[in-house]
């Protein structure tokens, strides 16, 4: 995952980016994270869904399982009867909640993305062959590299 310098760049780079467009950097924040969001989720391998319906986002501090995660029982239920997950459902739920959770955003606080589940970082590590090896940091860098180049111009 992104280090702590990386992060304070990408955070003067946001307060940057949102003076050269002259809106608020709650505004910004909101987009930055949802874009962040949906690239992580959308990335995320699929088998049963579980992985990509534990991705949560909250303001402040770093959140739970989100309410519409996919528990343990539900992925093995899944699992046994065959049934691999629709990943635009899971994608469309998970973009849902995100879109909700972050109205409250100012710019002030911290936005934390994060999966609970224990193997998530397994599969950020190539674990998949259906996603690369580091798919997070691909996509911050992505998203930074936009940011970058519109603060730039």
């Not at 940091?137 to 936009?146: G, H, K, M, R």
Request: proline share 5%.
């Amino acid at each position: 995952m992104p280090d702590e310098r990386a992060l304070r760049r990408f955070e003067a780079d946001l307060e940057a980016f949102a003076n050269r467009l002259d809106v608020g950097v709650g505004v910004v924040t909101q987009r930055v994270a949802l874009q962040v969001f949906t690239g992580v989720v959308q990335k995320t391998p699929v088998d049963t869904g579980r992985a990509k319906s534990n991705w949560g986002i909250n303001v402040g501090a770093p959140s739970p399982p989100p309410s519409h995660a996919m528990t343990e029982e539900e992925s093995k239920s899944r699992r046994k009867a065959g049934n691999k997950a629709n990943a635009a459902s899971e994608d469309a739920k998970a973009l849902a909640y995100a879109s909700a959770e972050l109205g409250s955003v100012d710019g002030s606080d911290a936005v934390h993305i994060t999966n609970n589940l224990p193997y998530i970082q397994a599969l950020n590590d190539g674990h998949s062959d259906q996603a690369p090896k580091g798919f997070v940091e691909d996509t911050v860098a992505e998203v930074a590299q936009v940011i970058q180049e519109i603060i730039t111009e």
